[in-house]
């Protein structure tokens, strides 16, 4: 085995696994997989198989998942840059799919960096409802941020905050909260080996705090009979059967929904902590036994990496089912402006295309209800080009920024809101500048000006290059009476990859430098 894995990780392992012990340490020998995870809110999965230049097979846990082939590189095909696919490591696509997902709802992503569960359950929302995709670290955010936008997610915010903070802001008000918690990393060993001089015998202790601590704060912001998916991705019990058996014991509104012991997922371990002597206090039996229902993805019995998964299903009173309700249509008819929406604290400025929102917070009483006033040419381009649809939400300027947003402002009154919404553009000088992400979440018939690049032809790659593209006339398809010059949407074999100025026969590329096509 060429990885130097701790001698006290390998002990841990070994009696945690004892006959298995063997097979767990050859698969260190083995591959890691890789896998794409189609995103429908852009293609569909039947679409993206028939276009898709790559051998791709199932993933069993996810219904839009596949394995992809060494040697294949999805990340440098112009369809990347489209969204049209997430690059994700196979077994991290399983908690998403636990958390049962229905348009329309209000989901929570306490820990979201850089992003790959959010676009996952954007997906799933089918752009209706809302996420909120949290995580406590402010450089991270802005991959997060980024992978929001590429993957044309239109109802979300992005906020870099400690979840009490938003514990304070949102109780009982999330149908669905993923924790997708920082952990020790144990089951990453394989795929990172960064992973490993990070770990040290204290490591699992050090992170079942801050997990105990966020699965506190998220049991706060559930609606009576929500749920929460809890997963890392380490093998450390304290840090997976541990923690749950701990939060059950303390929320006996809380039960475990049995998904391990069967297909692909493994049972939860309990016997390894009894044994140890748990150190999580007194744990009645039939908790321990709801914690077998946990589920661990193995490494030596799947094409994956190592997972843990839990499914913590809130019990319904009626009654308070039906006072959360209330109170939170009572929050999100709040129509006050919001007055503090501090912009995040990290010490690294923001890359160019992922900025933490800038400017003022509109100011009280201003606009209709309170709402902060869109400007008139904002609206005037949303008319002029947008075919079919006005975006839904609530207008939400900061500076000279404009976003809508799935939440009304006050409700992020307080926060740090890297992004409160579906970034449309900027208000300068009179002028509407559409952004780069109103773009990417659109669709060819959503917009007035379409011109369409084929993947094949060079002229998609020199798009994401930044080269100016020399495009006749008849090639600029236009709406209605439109006539062909201004702002048109560039499309790769008819998925959006973002904007162009087109006159006279040449496109001005307008797409972000900062997400350019950077191999030859
Ligand atoms: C396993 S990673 C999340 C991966 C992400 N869910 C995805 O699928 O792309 C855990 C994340 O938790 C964040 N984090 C650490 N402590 C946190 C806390 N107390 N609250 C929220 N996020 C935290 C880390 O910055 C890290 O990005």
């Not at 399983?94 to 709802?105: I, M, Q």
């Not at 999100?332 to 912009?343: K, N, V």
Request: proline share 8%.
């Amino acid at each position: 085995m060429a990885l130097k894995l701790p001698a006290a990780f390998q002990e841990r392992m070994r009696s945690l696994l004892k006959e298995e012990y063997t097979d767990f340490m050859d698969s260190y020998d083995r591959v890691p997989r890789s896998g794409i995870r189609v995103n429908t809110l852009k293609i569909s999965t039947e679409d993206l198989l028939s276009i898709a230049p790559w051998d791709l097979r199932p993933i069993p846990w996810c219904g839009t998942g596949f394995y992809t082939e060494a040697g294949e590189r999805p990340g440098r095909h112009p369809y990347y840059h489209a969204g049209l696919y997430y690059i994700q490591e196979p077994s991290a696509m399983a908690p998403v799919e636990l958390l049962d997902v229905t348009p329309g709802e209000a989901v929570l992503d306490l820990c979201a960096a850089p992003g790959g569960k959010s676009t996952q359950i954007a997906a799933k929302l089918r752009g209706t409802g809302m996420l909120v995709s949290n995580d406590l670290n402010a450089d991270r955010t802005k991959a997060l941020a980024k992978n929001i936008e590429l993957y044309g997610v239109r109802n979300a915010v992005v906020l870099n905050e400690h979840p009490d903070r938003i514990a304070e802001k949102f109780p009982a008000f999330f149908d669905k909260i993923l924790i997708d918690a920082p952990c020790s990393g144990e089951g990453m060993f394989r795929k990172d080996e960064a992973m490993i001089k990070e770990w040290d015998g204290d490591s699992p202790l050090k992170y079942a705090d801050m997990q105990r601590g966020i699965l506190r704060a998220a049991a706060t912001m559930l609606r009576p009979g929500g749920r929460i998916v809890y997963s890392t991705c380490t093998f450390s019990p304290e840090e997976n059967e541990g923690m749950i058996a701990e939060f059950v014991a303390g929320h006996p509104e809380f039960r475990v929904l049995p998904v391990g012991g069967t297909g692909s997922f493994a049972a939860g371990e309990t016997d390894w902590l009894k044994e140890q002597g748990s150190g999580f206090g007194h744990i009645p039996d039939q908790v321990w036994e709801q914690v077998r229902g946990t589920a661990r993805l193995w490494p030596h019995r799947i094409e994956g990496e190592g997972h843990f998964l839990a499914v913590l299903q809130h019990e319904v009173d009626p009654k308070s089912a039906a006072a959360a309700e209330r109170a939170r249509d009572t929050l999100l008819s709040s129509t006050a402006p919001a007055e503090s929406a501090d912009r995040p604290k990290g010490k690294e400025r923001p890359t160019r295309n992922v900025k933490p929102v800038k400017g003022k917070p509109p100011k009280k009483g201003a606009g209709n209800q309170g709402e902060a006033a869109p400007t008139a040419a904002y609206e005037a381009f949303i008319r002029e080009h947008l075919l079919g649809f006005v975006p839904g939400g609530h207008t939400v300027v900061y500076g000279s920024h404009i976003y809508q947003s799935p939440l009304p402002p006050s409700l992020l009154d307080g926060l740090k809101v890297v992004r409160p919404g579906w970034y449309m553009g900027d208000a300068k000088n009179g002028r509407f500048v559409p952004a780069h992400p109103l773009a990417t979440a659109l669709h060819p018939g959503e917009f007035i000006r379409v011109i369409r690049l084929d993947s094949g032809s060079g002229e998609a790659v020199r798009y994401l290059k930044g080269e100016t593209l020399s495009i006749p006339g008849d090639r600029v398809e236009c709406g209605g009476e439109a006539s062909p010059k201004g702002y048109a949407l560039v499309c790769i074999d008819g998925y959006s990859a973002g904007w162009g100025k087109w006159q006279e026969g040449m496109l001005k590329n307008e797409y972000p430098a900062g997400w350019r096509w950077t191999s030859a």
